[in-house]
């Protein structure tokens, strides 16, 4: 797939792997229809954008809103006629015991952001993704694939986003639009330290060393980019979570607790 003069809306593009992800797409001639909450931020990508070689519109957007994502797709076609890629990648992560949570509501938020954020911009772009034969890419993550401790509201939101989108994938098998689901490890963005706590507030600080087995953001956007340009289905990013995942088919207690040590560890 050539991304030169494609018109991809990509969420959470003010920082980390969106905002690295549209300069490597502008880079290659891409339209970039930008999306966050920050309007501040989404400019400063949208020049990053600009210098890099490709066109890039900023459009304030809270995905939990499925008003404001239906204009965001309002948005991209008023500017670029259409839309050949949505990459659903806004996102907010959590780090709690569950005993320890006093403030439920932040279930609510990681399932408004992560997962009906992701249906809401899939449901108002995708006659136009498909009308051009287009692709849809769903940024997840391993916690998607298995539970981890400490991230009941983030691995169930991001499981609710694997079924989603592979069921879409099915349904769209014969419309020619193509589904990607991305599935990361510990990527070194500030995810972490945004995360939202037992009080429903952001952590501030990451709970882990951000030095230890953590993937640059570069590195994970070339694996997405080189697997958008191959329309594939998904991509599970490590092989220690490959292989995992492989060892969980026939072995899932000792996943359980090899996942249990890991987070003692960090803790």
């Not at 997405?224 to 990013?237: F, G, K, P, S």
Request: net charge positive; with cysteine.
């Amino acid at each position: 797939m050539e991304f030169r003069g494609k018109t991809i809306v990509i969420t959470g593009a003010s920082a980390g792997i969106g905002q690295a992800l549209a300069i490597s797409l502008a880079r290659q001639g891409a339209n970039l229809v930008l999306a966050a909450r920050s309007a501040a931020a989404l400019e400063d990508t949208a020049k990053r954008c600009e210098a890099a070689g490709g066109k890039a519109i900023s459009v304030a957007t809270d995905v939990g809103d499925e008003t404001a994502c239906a204009a965001l797709m309002q948005a991209a076609v008023a500017a670029f006629g259409g839309i050949d890629i949505l990459v659903n990648n806004a996102g907010v992560s959590m780090v709690a015991r569950f005993l320890t949570i006093t403030d439920l509501t932040l279930f609510e938020r990681l399932m408004r952001i992560n997962y009906l954020g992701a249906v809401y911009c899939t449901h108002y772009a995708l006659p136009r993704i498909k009308a051009r034969k287009g692709l849809l890419v769903a940024i997840s993550s391993l916690t998607g694939k298995t539970g981890v401790p400490t991230r009941t509201g983030y691995a169930a939101s991001k499981h609710a986003m694997q079924g989603f989108f592979d069921s879409l994938r099915i349904e769209l098998m014969d419309d020619g639009v193509d589904v990607l689901v991305v599935s990361p490890g510990f990527v070194a963005t500030a995810i972490r330290a945004s995360a939202l706590g037992s009080d429903g507030g952001a952590l501030k600080a990451s709970p882990r060393n951000e030095a230890e087995g953590t993937m640059s953001v570069d590195a994970c956007v070339g694996i997405i980019v080189r697997a958008m340009a191959r329309r594939d289905r998904e991509v599970v990013m490590t092989l220690k979570a490959r292989i995992g995942l492989w060892l969980k088919l026939i072995a899932p207690a000792l996943v359980d607790r090899l996942a249990l040590q890991m987070s003692q560890v960090r803790e």
